[in-house]
């Protein structure tokens, strides 16, 4: 008997002739997140499943919390593997019940037989195991409609299977199947997940940065750079653009009508994340952004901020609440280190009265009276990256 993690491929299953491209992307993905977890694994594909062998050193929960942020994947299992007749299923279900069965009172068996020439039919199996579990706990009833715990046997081409029902996935499809995308991350709450969502529908994530120094420090970057890495559990590799908006800022503040402060600035940090995203193959720029949630984020104020932008840009978060977006942060484990209190570039000159309904020709007179091409070329000579992972 060995222990076995079953990873069940989601959406990717349905990937018709793209579906081994696919799993190869999958398979390197989960090799990835696998780097560094005690023990030597070893892995085998077969049946829209990719089976986890460890060996004895195996270090198993580290293995399937690392498993269970691997975008593509819809259910980790962790099982028992052993030879393929009822004899050795048995003995091996009866000597891991207690850990198979939980605290649960009621269960059923389901059986699933790829080896269609195995000597028993899946109703067969169900039933020799669910008379060898009810012999050995007594106390435990079969309930086939509503079961508190479901236990699977499968019979595969080379081993036999024993799970529970496992833990959710998390889902998507894999990391790289996409194009790259440019995060626009700041250190707030909404745009790790603006990137975590992206990620799980297969772009590349790089990062993007904006810092104010002397007005914003290193405290604010360092967090920038803490969302970055929790990013890379779930995207793998992330390089983190920092570029400086000082003298923009600076400028901005002398120079235009403080109610357009704001939207002027994001029309800098959008060509300037474009520029970046372009010079490192992004297909898009993307945002935490959500409707209407605060002044920039008016339908009227995005098409302005939009018109400064030639990537298309994308916000995952546009239609969900803030308690909504706080939920996916709490679970993707960024929530703590958004809410830290560093300044932020945009909070250190916020106008008292922004504009919610700006109208563009007003917008691009501000911007004539300043050199923006001389300005954005001396911001994106500040670039410098880390990559991360
Ligand atoms: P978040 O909480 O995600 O930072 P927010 O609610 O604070 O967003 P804004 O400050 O208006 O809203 O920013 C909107 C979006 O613009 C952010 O989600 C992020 O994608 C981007 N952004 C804002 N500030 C920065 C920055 N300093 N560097 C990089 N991107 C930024
Ligand atoms: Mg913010």
Partial sequence: MREIILLKYGEIVLKGLNRSYFNSVLESRVKRAMKGVEGEFRYDYAQSTLCVYGDENADYDTA?????????????CR??????????VISRLTE????????ASTFKFEAKRSDKKFPLTSPQICAECGAAVLKARPDLKVDVISPERVITVEIRDRAAFIHGAGEKGAGGVPVGTSERAMLMLSGGIDSPVAGHMMAKRGAAIDAIYFETPP?????????????AEKLTEYCGEIYLHSVSLTEIQETLVKTCKEKLFTLLLRRFMMRAACAVGKKYNAGCVVTGESLGQVASQTMAALAVTDNAADLPVMRPCIGLDKDEIVVRARNIGTFETSILPYEDCCTVFTP????????????LAEEAKLDVEGLLERALATDSFVRLN
């Fill in 352 to 363: 008292r009265h922004p504009d919610t309904n700006p109208d563009l020709e007003e917008v």
């Fill in 64 to 76: 399937v919390e690392k498993l269970k942020k691997v975008f593509g994947v819809a259910t980790v």
């Fill in 215 to 227: 007005y914003t420090g290193e405290a604010a970057k360092e967090k920038v750079r803490a969302l």
């Fill in 96 to 103: 891991n019940l207690d850990r198979l069965i939980g605290g």
């Fill in 79 to 88: 099982g028992i593997s052993c030879e393929k007749n009822m004899d050795e």
